[in-house]
């Protein structure tokens, strides 16, 4: 995918323009998945198995097992380069948008508490749902159906087709049913996506009350609101520093503003879905 102005500001610039997190994710995705490709990188070795987490302390596989998006090869290489698309599409809205606020402001470390607590859902949920060993495409899922719930209205479409952010996870979920792909990768995201949602929206609004909170060490890492990593200045490190939200309330406010940039994701005949 081509980005919107890439071709003026330079590859380097359209890069550094990325959300902190969309970017640092999205780069460990793509080099892990290119890596496993040439033989780089075993991909036995990076896969979810508890056995191996358990028995032989292979704790990396925690975090590896969401980093690899799939095959290039002619059978599902189209739909690896459909999930790096939505890992960047909706990540980035979501990341630059208003996301919800649990504790940091609706910032960065708002949405890396997002994803950890999404990557421990969907491993909890692998032996029900028959998930796994690789993880990334359920996760693309879960950020996605929780960027539908917090911009509904904001437009989208498939092949051409425009509807709204909240019919985008549902439609995926059909299309790939009806092609039989590996739909249990959306329920998967999608089911620890709702329980996200659930907790930090609904909840506090019908209860009056909190049980998710992005927790002290990760607010103290990143800081409230929009995380902004050290540059050096004249040779020398310099700290960063954070480009402040008004912290507010922990659930954030009842309407965001509608994100922009439906796309067009093909032309009949592709699949969607898995690996």
Partial sequence: MVARGLGDVGPESWYNSIPFVTKNWLTLVLVTTVSINLGVLPGGKMVYDFSAIAQKFEIWRLFTCFLWMGGFGKQDGF???????????????????VAFNTGGGGGTADYVFMLLFGMMGIMLSSPFLGTGPMFCKCLIYYVLYIWSKRNPTAPANIWGVPMQGMYLPFVLLGLNFILGNNYMEFVSG???GHLYYFLVDVVPKVYGTTYLQTPLFIINQFGIGDYVPPTPVNGMGAAGNNTFRQPGRVNAPAQPAATTGGHNWGSGGQRLGRD
Wanted: hydrophobic share 35%; proline share 0%; charged share 10%.
């Fill in 190 to 192: 999608y089911a620890a």
């Fill in 79 to 97: 739909q690896t380069v459909i999930g790096f698309f939505l890992l960047y599409q909706y990540s980035k809205q979501y990341e630059g948008g």
